[in-house]
């Protein structure tokens, strides 16, 4: 069992501005009950002035060292690092970049110790263990304004429990591409193969990461969200319902069994996702009307 | 004697706490602020009249043996699980499971359910005036299943007894479901069902039923043998 949310403001008014970082805590808040063991948020749409925000993570015991190795990989790369800010060997860094976003990322997986969580343009992975309002207090998610986000808390089921194995995945080297998912896909393996082969690249052990992948792969091959989200409906095996958020998207698609919950709701201004309605309490006084996606079930939306 | 219980200022496992003791004198109770959290109203054995004005999250209304329950809002997963008597009212929408293996009473949905509703029922009334998902009735074994909208995919997926009837249109039969022509007798049952709920339209149905043939029906159990 896991819990997943999103949220996505429509109105140009609220663009960049939306209280996207409190709203998904609250949501996740709501949701604890579905997994304590690690919590995770994807805030997109408040665009730097820079290229690029990199979010890393280390658990080397000289944190510094590796952060500064990482550092100079970027810059190896022709990457300028505008700003970095660390904490307890969480790093956040914006760079001004024109090469291929691949090589920047390869860059940094190259480099011993860091662990890549996100790299977007106007997108960042904040992920840790614990339950939402502890890792809002150590990450401050709560001022983080946007259009659009989602997030995950994960009661792990099929691989271990740690900060690179918590949801959102992103979709490497997509930038801005990234995933919640809840469920168990039981073609991991054979579809992980099958992209290594293709030279994809995993971070992690965790099932859900391949739907990252999968729609990094759908998307490099010019599909569309929507028909990436359609076809995974036959190409993932297993139970899945996940959300997706992009650059300026957000989506989710639900397996054929319907097996794992989602409410949606929306309104003139604002499109809600939560696994259950006790979430959208959470963020509305009152709770308009609420569907429930049902099985073999795809939608987008964009601003 | 009517009571308001509020749900913002007592824990869910104290309301139901206060619901089994105030079930036992058949007072009228009010539940408020119910913020689609879950567990509201679990194992009440008493005939009792309880109003929830707001949506509930999951289990709710489950596993209770008499309760006359009426959800002002939406309802979540399994609501009126293993319900052996009383009666279950939404207003709105149900989520998935409902009425799950529901035994007696009857469940009413005024808006539509999700995945697999009257998943394994054995007994009682599930009425939706809306839609149902997929696999609608899956391993249902006895009692009727009645829905006034569409059904999913998979109508009666693997039923053993029990009639499924639908006024919209069946996203296609289960595994070991067929339809069959609602004799008169069934309709005039079916419409009594309505018009226990104030429903005025009489429609015509489509009448589901398992096939029999996936499960061996005429192998018998030990016991029944010696009967024979």
Known sequence: MCGISGIMYKKSSDRDSAPIGSELVKMLDALAHRGRDSTGITIAGEKTAED???????????????MAKAEEAIIRTGAVVASSTYLNGFGRLTVNYEGKVSDL???????????????????????????????????????FRGTHGIGHVRMATESKIDINHAHPFWAYPFPDVTVVHNGQLTNYHKLKHMYEDQGHRFQTGNDSEIIAVYLADKLANGDTLDSALQQSLNDLDGTFTYLVSTRNGLGYAKDQWAAKPLVAMETDDIIALASEEIALHSIFDTVADRVEPQESEVMTWSV | ????LDADELSIREINKRLKQLSRTGAEIHIVNSRARHNIIVGLLDRCKITVQGSVGYYS?????????????????????NLMSGTV????DAGASLAAGMRGGSVYVGGSAGARAGISMKGGTLLVRGNTGFLTGFMMQEGRIIVLGDAGESVGDSMYEGTIYVAGNIGSLG???????????????????????????RPAFKKIVSARRLYHFDSLERLEMSAV
Do not use: C, F
């Open chain 2, 175 to 201: 595994s070991d479901a067929k339809e069959e022509e609602a004799s008169e007798d069934d309709l005039i049952g079916v419409w009594q069902t309505l018009e226990d709920h104030g429903i005025d339209q």
């Open chain 2, 61 to 81: 209304a489950s596993v209770s043996d008499g309760p006359e329950v009426i959800i002002e809002g939406n309802a979540g997963w399994a609501l009126g699980e």
């Open chain 2, 1 to 4: 004697m009517t009571y308001t």
């Open chain 1, 52 to 66: 690029y925000i990199v979010r890393t993570w280390t658990n080397a015991e000289q944190a510094s060292d590796v």
């Open chain 2, 89 to 92: 009212s939404v207003t709105r």
């Open chain 1, 105 to 143: 990322a390869s860059a940094l997986v190259n480099t011993k110790g860091i662990e890549l969580h996100s790299i977007g343009e106007s997108s960042e992975i904040i992920k840790d263990v614990g339950t939402s309002t502890s890792i809002d207090t150590i990450h401050q998610i709560s001022r």
